[in-house]
Nanobody, 119 residues
Framework: QVRLVESGGGLVQPGGSLRLACVAS????????MAWYRQILGKGRERVAI????????TYDDSVKSRFTISRDNAKNTVYLQMNNLKPEDTAVYYC????????????WGQGTQVTVSS
């Protein structure tokens, strides 16, 4: 059974930091690129960051460059998103996404974790 379980969300003040984690199971994690998406209430999901299967390449949306860092630990089947200098506009539900190297039919989503940035 495939599972992606996110954790680390919560309420933080502007300028603060959070670290999200996503633990994967049930598929060959090492073969998958992993990404974080977010969805603001009333809007579609947007990709925040993606990391290649072995972590050599990371790509970020312009809105989070220099503030967010995506990383992975293949030994722990875990992908992380370190979020620094958070802004109110970062408030969203953040989703972990596993991008199959073979077929979109084998892509997987986590259940999401809420991040709220507010004073």
């Amino acid at each position: 059974q495939v599972r992606l379980v996110e954790s680390g969300g919560g309420l933080v003040q502007p300028g603060g930091s959070l670290r999200l984690a996503c633990v994967a199971s049930g598929f060959m994690f090492n073969n998958y690129a992993m990404a974080w998406y977010r969805q603001i209430l009333g809007k579609g999901r947007e990709r925040v960051a993606i990391i290649s299967a072995f972590g050599g390449t990371q790509t970020y949306d312009d809105s989070v460059k220099s503030r967010f860092t995506i990383s992975r630990d293949n030994a722990k089947n875990t992908v992380y998103l370190q979020m620094n200098n958070l802004k109110p506009e970062d408030t969203a539900v953040y989703y972990c996404f596993a991008h199959s190297p073979i077929s979109s039919a084998e892509d997987y989503w986590g259940q999401g974790t809420q991040v709220t940035v507010s004073s």
